[in-house]
């Protein structure tokens, strides 16, 4: 799961459409689980570390933040974050996500990167006082 400081540092969501049924702490108003959360209505801002697929929703919701890996070889970034992400924060070190018991985990096994779909979330990533480098792109 997203630490919860990284979630402190970037305000309130709605909705976390992609979130274990059992967690240790709330990271959205509002949470759906891997099986549901592509089917549910999404309403507000949504917070997601998803799996990819689910990146191409978030950037037409628009008012989303993503955390994923900072892989910017892939054709998830030449095909969706590229083109459609108005900023990026690139974080630095490696995060250690959190288990469902609440238990910080290991080293991420990449960089990570925040991606922001409209102007006012890119606002929270450039505002948040998360150490790293912050790119306004589109």
């Given amino acids: 799961m997203i630490p919860p400081y990284v979630l402190n540092s970037l305000g309130e969501f709605d909705i976390d459409p992609c979130t274990p049924k059992i967690r240790p702490f709330d990271t959205a108003k509002t949470h759906y689980n891997y099986k549901d959360g592509l089917t549910q209505p999404w309403v507000g801002r949504v ?19 993503v955390l994923m890996y900072a892989n910017l070889d892939t054709k998830l970034f030449t095909d969706i ?28 096994l990449a960089p990570s990167v925040l991606v922001a779909f409209d102007d006012e979330n890119a606002i929270k990533l450039r505002d948040s006082g998360l150490e790293g480098m912050f790119i306004s792109i589109n």
Avoid: D
């Fill in 47 to 65: 917070i997601c570390t998803p799996p990819y697929e689910w990146v191409e929703r978030c950037a037409e919701h628009r008012n989303s933040i």
């Fill in 81 to 108: 974050i590229w083109p459609k992400a108005t900023a990026l924060l690139f974080l630095k070190g490696r995060l250690r996500y959190y288990n469902t018991k609440g238990e910080r985990g290991g080293n991420s």
